[in-house]
């Protein structure tokens, strides 16, 4: 039996039994799995079939159907884009803010992608070296992945971070574009440019991507950008004026040349201003669960003596709720160091989710995992969307519309 024949034999029934187009294409994904015949690749099938785009292996009556369920079809969008790493979809929210419309996501992390779905009904596609690594010919990935305006991507920031170098050179293990399980997982933001030719790239990593390795790391990613046909632009970022968090982060404009030389150079918008508050995003009353314990509390006042007087490492203190926070990261959900907020008569607690999710500019309906230690991992490994959406307007307005 052909791969698309046994495609067809377990799919036919779902047309009679889907009442919405979202719950054909949950009906389609699940039936697919059941074939084991897309493994990872499946959930790219589901994205093909929404955004039209025909799969050569998927039935083309699969199309069909989704085509007369799916009724309040969305109007013509400004722009497309596709989401690399793509985590709980900030970068998503923000271009679909302005105007966008994504024709293909990839994250490959479990909890990543399972919020990903509940938030925008669509599973990202997961390891996008599936699709990039250099077994795959250039022909190929070009008729895989959609054509696209605009390639988003907060590539992986660990191996970039000071927070984690000290650590990876005591071990001897390797980092920046040298680490070979993440760092060069920018050889697929590099090759995708390179063969779909978007007209913009927008990227995003931590701050300290451009003091990596003396520079190093940095003007590597910049000439490997140029090759690919693209004019490059980065700026640091700070997000305090407009949520009250500090975060700052590289935000990279790359414009097809092109592109570039009809409209001129990137100017990124302004974000000046007073810092906000971390008051402002307080709630009076949360759960018991954030307040830390004693024990906690003086091993956190006990490390933190330490390493003043080494000079070296993290240190801890009481939120000044008159200021931003400090940033928000990954590990925040393990012991809450980096923002813990006084309480009267009480031990320290940390940020709750629903707080935390503001310091994101996420809307109070945005779905998160209950569980602390995932949804604050979520939430440090993701970007704030408003600063993101700043962005990209000024890149539309620029660059994709007119």
């Not at 490997?224 to 632009?233: D, K, L, N, Q």
């Not at 003086?298 to 926070?325: C, M, Q, W, Y």
Request: glycine residues 6%.
């Amino acid at each position: 039996m052909t791969s698309t024949s046994r495609v067809s034999a377990n799919v036919s029934h779902l047309r009679d039994t889907a009442k919405t187009a979202k719950t054909f294409l949950m009906s389609v994904e699940q039936a697919l799995k059941d074939t084991a015949f897309f493994d990872e690749s499946l959930a790219i099938t589901t994205q093909f079939i929404h955004a039209g785009i025909r799969h050569p292996d998927v039935p083309s009556s699969i199309y069909d159907d989704y085509e007369e369920l799916h009724v309040d079809k969305p109007k013509k969008p400004d722009f497309s884009f596709i989401d690399l790493f793509a985590g709980i979809g900030g970068f998503r929210m923000a271009l679909e803010n302005i105007g966008g419309a994504a024709v293909f996501s990839s994250e490959w992390e479990k909890n990543a992608k399972q919020t990903y779905f509940s938030n925008h009904s669509e599973y990202p596609f997961g390891d996008i070296n599936k699709f990039t690594n250099e077994d795959v010919s250039d022909n190929r990935l070009g008729a895989l992945l959609p054509s696209h305006d605009l390639l988003a991507a907060g590539f992986p920031c660990q191996p970039f971070s000071l927070a984690g170098v000290s650590a990876r050179n005591s071990r001897g293990i390797p980092h920046g574009l040298e680490c070979k399980t993440q760092g060069t997982l920018f050889r697929s933001i590099e090759r995708i440019a390179q063969i779909k030719q978007p007209k913009v790239l927008l990227l995003e990593n931590v701050k300290n991507i451009r003091s990596h390795d003396g520079g190093k790391t940095f003007k590597i990613i910049k000439e490997s950008i140029e090759s690919a046909g693209y004019v490059f632009f980065s700026e640091v970022v700070n997000s305090d004026t407009v949520v009250p968090q500090r975060r700052q982060r590289c935000f990279m404009v790359c414009v097809r040349k092109d592109i570039h030389q009809k409209f001129g150079d990137f100017v990124f918008p302004s974000f000046e201003g007073q810092p906000l508050p971390l008051s402002k995003i307080l709630s009076d009353s949360v759960d018991e669960r954030y307040t830390i314990s004693e024990a906690l509390w003086l091993g956190h006042i006990a490390r933190s003596e330490r390493n003043k007087s080494r000079g070296t490492g993290f240190t801890t203190s009481l939120a000044d709720v008159s200021k931003p926070s400090n940033t928000i990261v990954a590990r925040y959900g393990k012991d809450g160091k980096e923002c813990l907020i006084p309480q009267p008569g009480k031990m320290p607690r940390t940020l709750s989710i629903e707080e935390c999710k503001k310091l994101f500019g996420l809307e109070p309906s945005f779905k998160l995992p209950s569980a602390k230690t995932v949804a604050f991992k979520l939430l440090g490994n993701s970007v704030v969307v408003p600063v993101v959406q700043r962005i990209a307007e000024q890149v539309k307005g620029q660059y994709l519309v007119g």
